[in-house]
C-alpha cells in the first residue's frame, strides 16, 4: 500500500505486480487498486475504538443472542471482570437480584424491537458489592437492516442515589421535628423515615412493643445503598 497526493488530496493505493512468465525480458503488469475508502475506515475505526476503551463511562457489546463480545477498561474497573472472563457470558451475570423482572421484560421488547433503551438496572460485582447503574442499550443494525450487535453504555450512580437518599431523609426528618406534637410521634416518624429512606429497621430503647416486634435496634435492610 502507498499512498499518492491527488489534486491537493490524498489517496491510498494497493499495488500488485504480475510477472510475464513467458516474456523473456522478465517484464510483468502492475495494478494500482485505489483503497483510500478503506484506509478512512480503519482510520475512523481505530479512533473510534480508542474512544470506546479510553471512555469514563462502562461499555459494554454483545451479539443478538446477549453474549458479551466486548467490553471496555471502566467496565473493568467498574465490576471486577477481565475482558477474558466476562466475554461470551450473558449480562445476567451483573444482577443483584434487585431489579424486578417486568424491568428486564421491557429492555428486551424494546431493543429487539430496534429502539433504544435507558433506565436504571441494581446489579451486582465479581465480589459480591451492590452498585446502581444509570443504563442506555441501543441496537447496532447491519447493512441488511437486521440487528447485529447491541451496545450497553452505562454509568454508575450509586453515590447519586446515596446522596439522594440521604437528602430524603434529612428533609422528611426535619418536617417530622416540626409537625410531630409529642415524642412518641416524633421516634416514630423518625424511625419510619428511615426504615423507608435509609434502609434500616428500627426500633426504640423504652417502647417494649417496639422491641418485641423488632427486636434489634437497628438493622441494615437487605440491598439498602452503602
Same mark, same amino acid.
Not at 428486551?108 to 451492590?130: D, F, M, V, Y
Given at each position: ?60 457489546? !454483545?451479539?443478538?443472542?446477549? &453474549? ?14 477481565? &475482558? ?33 433503551? &435507558? ?38 450512580? !450509586? ?13 422528611? !426528618? ?53
Amino acid at each position: 500500500d502507498y499512498p499518492c497526493h491527488c489534486q491537493d488530496k490524498k489517496r491510498w493505493f494497493h499495488l500488485i505486480l504480475i510477472p510475464l512468465l513467458e516474456n523473456v525480458n522478465g517484464g510483468a503488469v502492475a495494478m494500482h487498486i485505489d483503497i483510500t475508502e478503506q484506509k478512512n475506515s480503519e482510520k475512523n475505526l481505530r479512533i473510534l475504538s480508542k474512544a470506546v476503551e479510553q471512555s469514563p463511562n462502562s461499555t459494554m457489546v !454483545t451479539n443478538p443472542s446477549g &453474549q458479551i463480545e466486548f467490553v471496555n477498561r471502566e467496565f473493568t474497573l467498574l465490576t471486577g471482570y477481565t &475482558q477474558e472472563e466476562i466475554k461470551g457470558k450473558n449480562p445476567n451475570i451483573l444482577k443483584g437480584g434487585e431489579t424486578s423482572l417486568e424491568i428486564y421484560k421491557e429492555l428486551w421488547s424494546t431493543i429487539l424491537s430496534g429502539k433504544k433503551w &435507558q433506565g436504571e438496572l441494581h446489579n451486582r460485582k465479581k465480589g459480591g458489592t451492590l452498585f446502581w447503574e444509570d443504563a442506555s442499550i441501543s441496537p447496532v443494525f447491519g447493512k441488511k437492516g437486521r440487528i447485529e450487535h447491541f451496545v450497553a453504555i452505562k454509568v454508575d450512580i !450509586t453515590e447519586r442515589k446515596r446522596i439522594h437518599r440521604a437528602i430524603n431523609m434529612i428533609t422528611k !426528618t426535619n418536617l417530622a421535628l416540626v409537625h410531630s406534637k409529642n415524642e412518641s410521634r416524633l421516634l416514630s416518624a423518625v424511625r419510619k423515615i428511615a426504615e423507608q429512606e435509609g434502609g434500616y429497621f428500627m426500633s426504640w430503647i423504652g417502647y417494649k412493643s417496639d422491641i418485641q416486634k423488632n427486636a434489634l435496634i437497628c438493622q441494615k435492610c437487605k440491598g439498602a445503598i452503602e
